[in-house]
């Protein structure tokens, strides 16, 4: 198809009264431009594809899950999901407000953290006790999605971690540079130097306890990833000993997805 449409264009530039090696020039630059719209065009749509099929099976099995509880029931469960949803949310446009209120907003997420993973713990409990089989895998679901919520907020405070580490790892260059140039300078030259000096030291110390804050909240975050990580998987291990024929083929299902998942990354 290319070298048709190659064909073509140069039987219409010949026809033109201008000079060959500027029709051939002419033609170059046509097929390179379609070449970059095709690609850019099907990397969109393999985005989007991608896309569409990861959202539709996180949607489509809460819904199922959700269906497959009494209807006076579902309400509870759903709103325990919309919360969960909200602080995702949250948490997908917290970077900017950990660069921001630091501490604050650490804190903030922190209590809501907590708040979920005591609603979902309760439930767990009280659905343990009876022994249904659907209500304990919604409780799962909630879990697990809690889990990814924490990952992702880990994640921002990685980077604003790495951030905050690459800027003190420059100004630590600034600043030998200007240790140096205050040595080999003298009168109002070294002055100007050690003013500069003076201030990139105070910039650096500020951000480095900014950057200590982080590395140990980030620590903090991986504790807390592992430890809802554990607790999903204590929750998946238990419907899969304890309802039988149904709690095994529900966790096949499970290995299935994931390996569907992986395979589609």
Request: glycine share 2%; net charge positive.
């Amino acid at each position: 198809m290319m070298a048709t449409l190659k064909a073509d264009l140069l039987n219409i530039l010949k026809k033109l009264p201008i000079p060959f090696f500027l029709a051939i020039t002419i033609v170059a630059i046509v097929l390179i431009m379609i070449i970059i719209h095709s690609i850019i065009k099907s990397r969109k749509k393999r985005g989007t594809t991608h896309r569409i099929k990861s959202d539709f099976g996180e949607r489509s099995y809460r819904k199922e899950i959700l269906n497959s509880l009494p209807e006076a029931e579902q309400l509870d469960f759903s709103n325990l999901y919309s919360r969960l949803d909200e602080f995702q949310s949250f948490v997908s446009h917290g970077k900017r407000q950990l660069e921001l209120q630091q501490a604050e907003a650490i804190d903030s997420i922190d209590r809501k953290i907590q708040d979920s993973q005591n609603q979902i713990r309760n439930k767990w409990n009280y659905q343990k006790k009876k022994r249904n089989f659907y209500h304990c895998i919604c409780v799962h679901y909630a879990s697990f999605t809690l889990a990814d919520s924490i990952k992702r907020e880990q994640e921002n405070i990685r980077d604003v971690y790495v951030r905050y580490k690459m800027e003190c790892d420059q100004l630590s260059k600034q600043i030998n540079y200007l240790s140096q140039q205050i040595e080999s300078s003298n009168g109002r030259q070294k002055y100007e130097y050690m003013q500069q000096h003076k201030a990139i030291y105070k910039k650096r110390q500020r951000l480095s306890k900014l950057k200590n804050v982080f590395a140990a909240r980030n620590a903090q975050y991986l504790k807390k990833v592992k430890e809802q990580n554990a607790y999903t998987k204590k929750c998946r291990e238990y419907i899969i000993s304890n309802f039988g024929a149904k709690g095994r083929a529900w966790g096949q299902r499970l290995e299935r997805r994931k390996a569907d998942l992986i395979a589609s990354d």
